[in-house]
Nanobody, 122 residues
Framework: QVQLVESGGGSVQAGGSLGLSCEVS????????MAWFRQAPGKEREGVAG???????NYALPVKGRFTISQDNTKTNLYLQMKNLTPEDTANYYC????????????????WGQGTQVTVSS
């Protein structure tokens, strides 16, 4: 059974940094994508970054150069390092997993964490 548990959200001022973690269990697939999504109030859930089993990464344009997705060697922890945060980054952040390659469409992901709130004040 796949389980994803996020941690590390919080409040930070604009220009600050924050790191998120996602503890992953039950993923034994030979090919997969682990990703971070976010959802702000009144907005649709959007992709932030993804990483596959081989370590290939992709980022949404608004976060490129500011956010870094990574996973540890055991593949049991997923991370998102965020810097130069702006109020537009305020959202509930979710980690997600799917079999096979990364996709931008959140409906393509079968497994989700409960989310962790990130609030950036100006």
């Amino acid at each position: 059974q796949v389980q994803l548990v996020e941690s590390g959200g919080g409040s930070v001022q604009a220009g600050g940094s924050l790191g998120l973690s996602c503890e992953v269990s039950g993923v034994t697939w030979s090919s997969y994508c682990m990703a971070w999504f976010r959802q702000a109030p009144g907005k649709e859930r959007e992709g932030v970054a993804g990483i596959d089993r081989d370590g290939n990464t992709n980022y949404a344009l608004p976060v490129k150069g500011r956010f870094t997705i990574s996973q540890d060697n055991t593949k049991t922890n997923l991370y998102l390092q965020m810097k130069n945060l702006t109020p537009e980054d305020t959202a509930n952040y979710y980690c997600a997993a799917r079999l096979d390659y990364c996709r931008e469409d959140p409906t393509a992901y079968n497994y989700w964490g409960q989310g962790t709130q990130v609030t950036v004040s100006s």
